[in-house]
């Protein structure tokens, strides 16, 4: 037997009924991956939030820098299986594969990216986002220093911190809505 999940505990608008700027949006990301990820129905339950939420989220990964997209992705998937949300990991573990072009990196990343066949520098850059995480009141000198050891500044500190911080509030919104996965992101990139 087969049962239809919804996306949201909460009311999920209508691609129809989404303010223009809203809209124009959701068409443009289903025109490029085929879909529509459950993320933007589920925020565009209050639009003002999806605006601010979308804004932010484009900042911290749509940025050039010292971290590649697919170390971006990295840190999204670590930090959200530490925050038990499924939907960000499921959905960003998806993203990784393509990003990173590599299936079984992305997988590992996504169960324990300590165990990992990653880079030094990418689990330094992955420890710090986990200390981010789950314990941003012990963060000290001595963790800037590490991450220089492995070649990141103090500005790769902070968007490390901030796609950290960012998908922490992701995670809990995601939890807290019963955000469910699209089918689609679970054979992306395989």
Not at 69 to 78: F, L, N, Q, T
Not at 95 to 100: E, F, Q, S, T
Not at 105 to 119: E, G, L, M, P, S
Not at 141 to 150: A, G
Request: charged share 25%; proline share 4%; with cysteine.
């Amino acid at each position: 037997m087969t049962t239809t999940q919804r996306i949201s505990r909460f009311p999920v608008p209508e691609i129809k009924d989404l303010p223009e700027d809203i809209r124009a949006r959701v068409l443009a990301v289903q025109e490029k991956s085929g879909f529509v990820p459950n993320v933007f129905l589920a925020l565009a339950h209050r639009p003002d939030e999806f605006r601010a939420f979308f804004a932010y989220h484009d900042a911290l990964m749509d940025k050039p820098g010292n971290l590649t997209k697919a170390e971006r992705e990295m840190i999204v998937v670590a930090t959200s299986n530490a925050n038990q949300c499924q939907y960000c990991v499921v959905a960003h573990g998806a993203i990784l594969r393509i990003r990173a072009k590599n299936a079984l990196v992305a997988d590992q990343v996504a169960v324990n990216y300590r165990k990992a066949d990653i880079t030094p520098r990418q689990k330094a850059m992955l420890d710090f986002a986990m200390k981010v995480s789950q314990a941003a009141y012990a963060v000290g000198d001595e963790d800037f220093e590490t991450l220089r050891r492995h070649g990141f500044d103090d500005e790769d500190a902070w968007d490390i911190a901030g796609i950290a911080a960012f998908f922490g509030l992701s995670n809990r919104m995601a939890n807290v809505t019963n955000m469910r996965a699209n089918a689609e992101f679970y054979a992306m990139g395989r």
